[in-house]
C-alpha cells in the first residue's frame, strides 16, 4: 500500500497565526476559507480523511461553524461575519492546525451516501469508495434485491445503513468488534430511525452473528494497512482507532479470514464487496489466483473487489486458498 502522507512540521508562520483573536483584515467568510487554505498548506496538513486538499477543507470547516450548509451559493461568501462569528472560525480552523485532528472529528459529523453520519475517534471517518456502489445498487454484479445485508467490520455503521435507504425491503446487520465502535453505530441507526431493520452486533467477524444467517450480501471495509506503514501514516491518521487500519505485515490478516468464512454466510447467490484500499499489490501477491472483479469509480477511489460466492468456493476447491 503506498502512502505520501508523511509528516510535515507545522511552520513557524503557521504557528504565529494562532493568535487570541481574527486579525481585522479578515472580515467574509471568504477572507477565512482564503486564510484557513493558506494557513493549512503552510502548516502541511494531511487532506486524505473526507477533503483532499486544504481548501476544501478550510470551506467545509468554516461553514460549519458558521452552521451554514455545503451547497451555500457563493453570493454568501461576500457576507460580511459578527464579532462572534469570526471568533468561533477563528478558533476551529487554528484547532485544526495546532491539533492536527482530522475536519471530521472537529465537526463530529460527516456525509456519506448523501446522508449524515455521527462519527468520533472511536471510528474511522467514513471515505469509502464503497459508497458509489451503495448508489448504483451494486450493479451489474448483484443478481436481484438483498433481502439480507451485512456490513462486516462496520465501524460508525455508516455502508450499512446507507444500503438500508437504497434497499428500504432488506434486513441489514453490522457487526463489529470494538465495544467504542458499536456504541457510535448503534447512535446512527437511531439517528436515523431503522432500528427496526438495521441491527448491530458484537461481533469478531462472523463469530457473533446469528448462526442461520445467510446474506445475499456482505459489504466489507475492512483494516488492510500493513503494521509499518501505520507506524509511518501522517499525524492525523493517528487520532483514527489503528484497530480500523492495522492488519498484519502484509495488511491481509483480515482480508484472508473474510475469504475463507464468507462463504458459510453468503446464500447461494451471494456477493462479497471487499475495500483493500491502497494495499492491491500486497492482495494481489497473497491471492494471486483469486477472481475477483476491480469496479471502476466515476468519483475518483480504487481497491474495492467484488466476488461471489460461487468464484470463492471455486478458488477454494481448487486449493488455492
Not at 425491503?169 to 453490522?174: F, K, Q, R, S, T
Not at 492495522?246 to 454466510?265: C, F, K, N, T, W
Request: net charge negative; with cysteine.
Amino acid at each position: 500500500m503506498s502512502n505520501d502522507n508523511t509528516e510535515m512540521p507545522i511552520s513557524a508562520a503557521a504557528s504565529a497565526t494562532h493568535l487570541l483573536s481574527a486579525p481585522p483584515e479578515l472580515a467574509t467568510l471568504r477572507d477565512f476559507v482564503r486564510w484557513g487554505a493558506s494557513a493549512f498548506a503552510r502548516g502541511g496538513l494531511v487532506f486524505a480523511q473526507g477533503t483532499d486538499n486544504a481548501l476544501d477543507e478550510a470551506f467545509h470547516l468554516t461553514l460549519w461553524a458558521l452552521k451554514l450548509p455545503p451547497d451555500l451559493p457563493a453570493i454568501y461568501l461576500e457576507a460580511a461575519l459578527t464579532q462572534p462569528e469570526r471568533a468561533e472560525v477563528w478558533q476551529l480552523l487554528n484547532h485544526r492546525l495546532s491539533s492536527r485532528k482530522p475536519a471530521a472529528y472537529l465537526m463530529g459529523e460527516i456525509q456519506f451516501c448523501g446522508l449524515p453520519f455521527t462519527i468520533d475517534e472511536r471510528v474511522l471517518i467514513p471515505r469509502s469508495p464503497i459508497g458509489e456502489l451503495i448508489g448504483k445498487q451494486f450493479q451489474p454484479w448483484l443478481a436481484s434485491e438483498p433481502a439480507r445485508i451485512l456490513d462486516l467490520c462496520a465501524g460508525s455503521g455508516c455502508i450499512g445503513i446507507a444500503c438500508a435507504h437504497v434497499f428500504p425491503d432488506a434486513e441489514v446487520d453490522l457487526g463489529e468488534l470494538d465495544e467504542g465502535a458499536l456504541q457510535v453505530a448503534r447512535s446512527n441507526i437511531l439517528r436515523h430511525h431503522c432500528d427496526a431493520q438495521v441491527h448491530a452486533y458484537a461481533s469478531d467477524l462472523f463469530a457473533g452473528l446469528p448462526r442461520d444467517a445467510r446474506y445475499q450480501l456482505i459489504v466489507s471495509n475492512p483494516p488492510y494497512v500493513p503494521t509499518a506503514e501505520v507506524d509511518a501514516l501522517g499525524p492525523e491518521f493517528r487520532h483514527e482507532p489503528r484497530l480500523a487500519l492495522e492488519a498484519g505485515a502484509d495488511g491481509m490478516e483480515i482480508v484472508a479470514r473474510i475469504l475463507a468464512e464468507a462463504p458459510q454466510y453468503l446464500s447461494d447467490d451471494g456477493l462479497l464487496v471487499c475495500e483493500i484500499g491502497g494495499s492491491q499489490e500486497e492482495f494481489l501477491s497473497r491471492f494471486p489466483d483469486l477472481p475477483v472483479a476491480w469496479p471502476e469509480f466515476e468519483r475518483g477511489g480504487d481497491g474495492v473487489f467484488v466476488i461471489s460466492r460461487s468464484e470463492l468456493l471455486g478458488w477454494a476447491k481448487r486449493g488455492l486458498a
